[in-house]
Structures are given as C-alpha cells and as structure tokens.
Nanobody, 121 residues
Framework: QVQLVESGGGLVQPGGSLRLSCAASGNIVRISTMGWYRQAPGKQRELVATYTSGGITNYADSVKGRFTISRDNAENTVYLQMNSLKSEDTAVYYC???????????????WGNGTLVTVSS
C-alpha cells in the first residue's frame, strides 16, 4: 500500500524559513509527478508547486521566488524549501502524487495527511 508521509511543518516567524519533506513508500516502481498543495483555514486547497520526473517544475505565482521544490527520485522523496515566509503562507501543506506505478500496477491520486505550517510573530 502506497503511503505519502510529510514532515517539517511548525511555527516560524515572518521572514523565516522551513523545509518540508514528503517520502513515498510501498513497492513503488516509478512516480511521475510529485507536488505540494496547501489549504488555509476557510479556503480551498491550492497548488503550491509540482516537480515532474523529467525535472520540470511549476509554482503558484504567490510563492515564486520564495519557495523551491526539489526531488530525490531514488528515495521517492520531494522537498519544499520555503523562504521569506509570510503570514498568508499559514496552511496545512499536503504532498501529492497523481500517478504511481507500483509492483501491482498503476494507482492514482495519492495524498499525504498534511503538515501544518504556521507563520506568526
């Protein structure tokens, strides 16, 4: 069974930095795209950044220049380096993999349980 497990959230002051990690496990053969989404209180879940297996990255306009997504394909892990954090970055951050090939075949729409990031002084 595939699992995505996030870590690295916490409380940080405005202007500070955090690094999130998401590790996928479960007889994985290949993951195409991995990404991060976030959901602030009272708002819909939104895209933060994605990273394809070919190395193409995509960012929400609100985080461009501040956040960097990276990936370790050998470890099935994706990272999100968040710098110059703002109060509006406060949210639960979720790891996502739309398609994963496992030993049993393809599966779709995998999500982690989320990690809370709070930006406050």
């Amino acid at each position: 069974q595939v699992q995505l497990v996030e870590s690295g959230g916490g409380l940080v002051q405005p202007g500070g930095s955090l690094r999130l990690s998401c590790a996928a496990s479960g007889n994985i053969v290949r993951i195409s795209t991995m990404g991060w989404y976030r959901q602030a209180p009272g708002k819909q879940r939104e895209l933060v950044a994605t990273y394809t297996s070919g190395g193409i990255t995509n960012y929400a306009d609100s985080v461009k220049g501040r956040f960097t997504i990276s990936r370790d394909n050998a470890e099935n892990t994706v990272y999100l380096q968040m710098n110059s954090l703002k109060s509006e970055d406060t949210a639960v951050y979720y790891c996502n993999a739309p398609v994963i090939l496992t030993a049993r075949g393809y599966g779709t729409d995998y999500w982690g349980n989320g990690t809370l990031v709070t930006v406050s002084s």
